[in-house]
């Protein structure tokens, strides 16, 4: 496996706000990596650089290149969703299929018909007469016809009734990812990503926080139902957060042995949102 | 270079799709909005008459009158009537290109769509040299062929009329006029006034890429107001009063770009309307030697080359 992203010391900083600090990754070939943050974290910033859209400081390198000073040449090889809903108004379904299909070397026309041959869309509709979902579905066929290596997501269903959604990654693991391919996410809607993810990567404040896969996520964190009589025990193995659901309590513990929690109740793991309020929690500690 | 060869067609595609309705739909409704106006002339003159020097004629009368004029006149009337069809084409083109170019970099920012573009593996400086392509290749090949045409219908619609009223349309018209020469004149006219207008264009370009809000309010008022500043910095300095260089240069290059057939732009006399389209067409060539062309040039080149630096940083509005 190949390292396709890789930053040093990557910052960026708009007047005097440090958007990105710092930034050190590593991302290999045939991941699926989740960005996650909250608003203003700096993820947005981070895809913008990793797709030559902005200037930076510091080191990156996309697919060996220089994504800022080579961005036309890195498209043959990326292929984004930068956001719901960017395809432009006014173009025909045949006319976008054609415009793609002349500049992009790598695009196939057969294989976006195919995906577009399973939607309602027709092929003289404009943009603007699709519903937000099936701009979604067009989209995606256009980029799942593209052979790219690196697929960047950023948040590619908001807005989207849950139908969508689970046809989008759907379609997206089923017909697209080959384990060769590379796919980074970034979403507000985890608990629907989580299961497809290999990777975890947490931003705020232009920092990264976490940078993990989930066979490392599974082995150290661990969700505890505690027994009521053994509450001031886990208690004091400092849990990273402690909820109460239905009377039942509910502790994040950051551990490596996993022996030492089994006492205290029944063990699970953690869900990626719980681990992401966890750590951030933890972060302002 | 093989895909800057695929990628340019496409490109150009990209910008006729967007804008059919400016490019084709308005010279077309123009060259209609002409022959309408025909009908609607022949139709009042059906019930009415004119008095020409006392003496009263209907259509048919002031037909056959016609048939009589020397065809030097005939020569100046009908030269005078495409050439006004020609320049009204132009001016209207420059017109449409404003604004196009003022929206070219500014619209996919505005409504996001600048995302998707970018994720095709096409350099911003490509993206943004097709824009002016399509400003100076692209428009005005849409108007002048339609132009052309919109003269030709306009001469056989005329033709009609006369032979309607019992006339003979090619000794009045199609003898004396210098149909060719009028459309030789009408490519003139399309290469003149983009010489004039490239700057303009290279402007717009600029303000296009940049703004972040209101292009045509930016592209307009920071020009007037740089003449204003110029103006009143040498009244203050040096108490001299005489100081619209900057104005006058602006008004003549926006008149040149509109009225490419007019002499200057302050007086928008158009030079000889009328006559041997030729010699207009020669006259205007003349203004090659004029350096504030190739000024003007330098300045666009300059303006292009910044708005495609800026297309680089700019990614939303």
Redesign the interface.
Same mark, same amino acid.
């Given at each position: 496996m190949s390292v396709i992203i890789k930053a040093r010391n990557l910052g960026k900083k708009y007047g005097r706000f440090e958007a990105l600090k710092n930034i050190n990754l590593d991302i290999h070939s045939g991941r699926i990596v989740g960005l996650i943050g909250p608003n203003g974290a700096g993820k947005t910033t981070l895809l913008?650089a990793l797709?030559? @859209?902005?200037?930076y400081d510091g080191e990156l390198s996309v697919l060996d290149k220089n994504p800022?000073k080579q $961005?036309? =040449? @890195?498209? =043959?090889d +990326?292929?984004? +969703?930068?956001?719901v809903?960017?395809?432009?108004?006014? +173009? $025909?379904v045949n006319?976008v299929l054609?415009?793609?299909e002349?500049? /992009?070397?790598r695009f196939s026309r057969t294989e976006a018909l195919r995906h577009l041959n399973r939607t309602k869309i027709r092929s003289r509709q404009k943009v603007s007469e699709l519903s937000k979902g099936m701009v979604v579905q067009l /989209?995606l066929a256009l980029v799942m016809a593209i052979d790219a290596k690196l697929l960047v997501l950023d948040e590619p269903t908001l807005g989207l009734d849950i139908l969508f959604r689970k046809e989008f990654y759907d379609n997206l693991l089923n017909d697209y990812f080959d384990h060769q391919r590379t796919i980074l996410i970034t979403t507000h809607q985890v608990e629907e990503v989580e299961h497809i993810l290999t990777d975890l990567l947490f931003i705020k404040n232009g920092e990264i926080v976490l940078d993990a896969s989930m066979d490392e996520i599974t082995e150290n964190y661990f969700e505890v139902l505690v027994h009521p009589d053994k509450l001031e025990q886990a208690r004091q193995m400092n849990p990273l957060t402690e909820r109460t659901i239905f009377n039942k309590h509910i502790m994040l513990f950051r551990q490596s042995d996993k022996q030492l929690l089994e006492p205290l109740g029944e063990i699970q793991r953690p869900g990626v949102a719980d681990l992401f309020v966890a750590l951030l929690k933890e972060d302002q500690q | 270079m093989k895909t800057a060869i695929k990628t340019t067609p496409a490109l150009l595609k990209r910008e006729y799709w967007e804008h059919r309705g400016a490019f084709r739909r308005t010279p077309m409704i123009l060259g209609s909005v002409f022959l309408a106006g025909i009908l609607i002339f022949w139709i009042t003159a059906i019930a009415t008459s004119v008095h020409i020097q006392g003496i009263e004629y209907t259509l048919k009368q002031g037909i056959q009158k016609m048939a009589e004029l020397p065809p030097d006149m005939l020569a100046t009337i009908w030269n005078g009537v495409l050439m006004n069809i020609s320049l009204l084409f132009l001016m209207v083109l420059f017109i449409v290109v404003f604004f196009y170019l003022l929206g070219a970099l500014y619209d996919d920012r505005k409504d996001g769509s600048i995302l998707f573009w970018k994720s095709l593996p096409v350099s911003d400086t490509q993206t943004v040299l097709s824009k002016l392509l399509t400003a100076i290749f692209l428009a005005p090949a849409f108007f002048v062929v339609i132009a052309a045409l919109a003269q030709l219908l306009v001469l056989v619609l005329v033709s009609i009329i006369v032979l309607l009223y019992g006339g003979d349309p090619i000794s009045a018209i199609w003898k004396p006029i210098d149909l060719t020469g009028n459309w030789g004149l009408l490519v003139a006219g399309a290469i003149m006034q983009l010489l004039w207008a490239l700057p303009i264009y290279g402007w717009l370009l600029l303000v296009s890429a940049w703004a972040k809000r209101r292009p045509f309010l930016q592209a307009v008022f920071i020009p007037l107001l740089a003449a204003f500043g110029w103006y009143w910095y040498n009244v203050l300095t040096s108490l001299s009063f005489t100081n619209g260089e900057v104005f006058s240069a602006i008004f003549t290059r926006v008149g040149h770009a509109m009225l490419p057939y007019a002499k200057g732009a302050l007086s928008f006399n158009s030079r000889q309307l009328g006559k041997d389209p030729l010699a207009v067409a020669a006259q205007m060539l003349h203004e090659l030697k004029d350096p504030a062309i190739y000024y003007g040039l330098a300045f666009a080149i300059v303006t292009v080359s910044l708005a495609i630096w800026i297309r680089r940083y700019r990614n939303t509005t």
């Open positions: 913008k797709l030559g @859209l902005t200037s800022f $961005r036309h =040449q @890195l498209m =043959q +990326i292929s984004f +969703i930068a956001d809903a960017v395809l432009p108004k006014w +173009i $025909r006319e054609d415009f793609v002349s500049v /992009h070397p /989209h | -």
